[in-house]
Structures are given as C-alpha cells and as structure tokens.
C-alpha cells in the first residue's frame, strides 16, 4: 500500500485527498496543509516509487505501469481508510491520475481542483517526450528531469518550484524514473478523451498566467465541459499551490466550500 498520512478533523466530515506529480511526493503541500485542516479532513500520499512508497516486490517484475493501476493504488488508500467520498487536488500529472480516477470511480470523487492541470501536450511538450524516449536509458535521470523542469518553469519566479521537483526527484531510482516515463506512451490518447467526454464533476482549474505549455488547452476545456471552472494566477507557473500559496489556498477552499 501507499505511504500516506491521514488528518482527522474535529466536526468536519468531507474529506480532501492531495495527488502529487510525477519525481514529487506529498511535501509539495507543505503549503497547504495548515489551512486546509482548519477545515477538512486531509489525506496526503506517496505514489508508488515517490517519497516514502517504495517500490514493492512485484513492481521489481514489472517494468511498465499504467494510469490504472497507479489510480487503483489511490482507491486501496481510500478504501483502507474508509473514505467513501472525497474532494481530489491534484497538480501536474497528478490531475491526470484524477480524471482518470474519476472516469473509473465517479462515485468517490465529490469535486477535482487541477493545479497547473494536463489536458494535452503541444508540440513543445511532445517534442520533449520524444527526447526523453530517446535518451532515458543513456543519461543519467536526473539530467533529463532538470531538464524537463527548466523547460516546464522557466522563469526567475519558479526557481522555487523548480527546486523543489528536482529534489524530490532524485530520490527516485533510475528505474522507477524509467517505469513513469513510459506512461507517456497512453498519454495522448488518454488526455483526448478526457478533452472530448465532459465527466460532469465539479472541477475547478487552478493555473498560472505564466504556464505557457498547458494554460491555453485548459482554457478551451473549461468552455467545452459545463460543470468546470478556471481561475488564472498571474506571476505564476506551472506549480500554483508553491509558487502563489496564498492565492490558491483561499481560492481552493472557497471553492470546497461551496461546490
């Protein structure tokens, strides 16, 4: 099972599950966690291979995960914890595995907030894919990732965020790494669905002005799916909960609160 940790509320009953990236873990929301137990019930997790989840001894057999199995690690937790229902805050790749868990198990995902959220790789984004294919069995990781990370959060203002997913990331192993990136291989015809089918779950978009590799997808999504709703962060990039705490912590719990 995930590493996770679990914080019970006094008298509040909703429950709100936070879904890092990929080369993150749950301290991302070093951030958030203050605010957000003041008024929820939090469930912050490890995916597999991140943080304190390490890899297991089937996952040594298995070189190739999917979005699947990685969302039904996400389930076992709630299970376990017997977490019928839940708000869902995702950033990065971890609004994909969201959506996914909400196509899945629609009947345990109350809303989705998608921070810097991934709805399609643009030819900038599938370019870099390519390289990563190409040289992730020869470099080490680590090169590829702070290279990912530069081209992700480019500018002076999301050094932090940078920072911050390089470091979590080199706890990765070489393999693990390699395990993940192979998900983008069912990536493209993954995020066009979810492009395509509105699930009709509220879901509010969280996005910074300066995510220039993902902001204008989410923008045509938002018009398309009746149920969505965006807010844009200015000065901000791709990591909204680090880069702009303040502004996505009141936004986000307002929108919990009334959804």
């Given at each position: ?5 679990a914080?019970r ?6 429950w709100?599950?936070f879904?890092h ?9 070093y951030?958030?966690?203050?605010d957000f137990k ?7 997790l490890?995916?597999r ?5 390490k890899?297991n ?14 969302t ?9 914890e ?10 990065s790749?971890g609004?994909?595995?969201i ?17 810097g959220?991934?709805m399609?790789l ?19 990781y680590?090169w ?6 530069f081209v992700?959060?480019p ?5 932090e ?13 070489q393999?693990?790494f390699?395990?993940w990136f192979?998900?983008?291989s069912?990536?493209?015809?993954l995020?066009?669905f979810?492009r395509?089918v509105?699930?009709k ?5 969280i996005?910074g ?11 045509k999504?938002?018009?398309?799916h ?7 962060v ?8 680090v ?17």
């Amino acid at each position: 099972m995930l590493n996770y940790t679990a914080y019970r509320h006094k008298s509040s009953e909703q429950w709100v599950t936070f879904v890092h990236g990929a080369g993150g873990s749950s301290t991302i929301w070093y951030k958030q966690l203050r605010d957000f137990k003041k008024h929820f019930n939090i469930l912050l997790l490890d995916l597999r291979g991140h943080g304190n989840s390490k890899p297991n001894i089937k996952d040594a057999f298995n070189d190739k995960y999917t979005f699947d199995s990685i969302t039904a690690d996400i389930v076992e937790v709630l299970d376990y914890e017997e977490i019928d229902k839940s708000h869902f805050i995702g950033i990065s790749l971890g609004t994909i595995l969201i959506r996914n868990l909400a196509e899945n198990y629609s009947g345990r995902v109350k809303s989705m907030v998608m921070g810097g959220a991934i709805m399609k790789l643009n030819f900038r984004s599938q370019l870099l894919m390519r390289l990563g294919v190409i040289f992730k069995s020869i470099v080490p990781y680590i090169w590829l990732y702070k290279f990912f990370a530069f081209v992700i959060m480019p500018n002076k203002n999301h050094k932090e965020s940078r920072l911050l997913f390089v470091r979590e990331a080199k706890k990765l192993y070489q393999k693990e790494f390699i395990r993940w990136f192979k998900l983008t291989s069912e990536i493209n015809p993954l995020l066009r669905f979810f492009r395509t089918v509105d699930i009709k779950i509220p879901t509010f978009y969280i996005m910074g002005g300066e995510d220039y590799l993902f902001l204008p997808t989410i923008k045509k999504v938002v018009n398309s799916h009746a149920q969505s709703t965006l807010f844009v962060v200015e000065d901000c990039g791709h990591v909204v909960n680090v880069e702009q705490p303040i502004i996505f912590n009141k936004e986000v719990i307002n929108y919990l609160q009334n959804v």
